[in-house]
């Protein structure tokens, strides 16, 4: 089981249909048991409903937080850079809460990252604020999603332009096994060791 602390920042990357929505969930939420807020902009997590408070803009975010609410799920109206920005703001000054971004490359590119989402990848820290960066798209995101990360879990990538955004975080014996990882097994990825994982 990866030990990832939840002021943490990390990188999970794979090609769709791999497992890593499914994996993030049943294996990752449950090992935070602070606040967390699962940003669900594609509207693919309505299983989390029974257990996580709903909430569609930064404002009624804000009142959650403010009412104690310690699982949310965020599945914004507005898909707009803006609205993520300030959504980012609201965690980051509340503090001491973890934040998963399920498809990161929606907001940010390869040359650019909002304000409050590069606060949080550089100083969350030091407010006890963890993020998760989910991505199908590796090579569409942000280079500080990935230089900024201490944790990385990489599940089966078939694009080169993907591979290539991601391979130099790989140890070079490991590399190959990117193109070849089975459905729901991964490349965890700590402190420059990385060790294939396989569903518990």
């Known amino acids: 089981m990866p030990n990832i602390l939840s002021n943490s ?5 794979g090609k769709t249909g791999v497992g890593k929505t499914y994996w993030t969930k049943k294996v990752l939420l449950p090992l935070f048991p602070g606040i967390v807020v699962y940003h669900d902009p594609k509207l693919e997590c309505d299983d989390l409903k029974g257990t996580f408070y709903l909430v569609t803009c930064p404002k009624e975010l804000h009142n959650a937080l403010e009412a104690g ?5 965020y599945q914004p109206k507005d898909l707009s850079w803006i609205d993520f920005n300030e959504m980012c703001r609201v965690i980051y000054m509340k503090g001491n809460s973890t934040l998963f971004l399920d ?6 590119s390869a040359s650019e990252i909002n304000e409050w989402h590069q606060n949080i990848m550089c100083r969350g820290r030091s407010r006890g604020v963890g993020i998760v960066n989910l991505t199908q798209r590796p090579r569409s995101c942000h280079a500080l999603l990935i230089s900024e990360a201490e944790n990385f879990i990489i599940f089966r990538l078939q694009l080169q332009t993907d591979i290539a955004k991601v391979k130099y975080i790989v140890p070079v014996e490991y590399q190959d096994k990117i193109y070849t990882l089975e459905d729901y097994n991964y490349l965890f990825i700590q402190d420059n060791i990385a060790k294939v994982m396989r569903p518990c």
């Open 9 to 13: 920042r990390t990188f999970i990357t």
């Open 103 to 108: 498809e990161a490359a929606l907001f940010c």
């Open 69 to 73: 609410r310690k699982k949310i799920l």
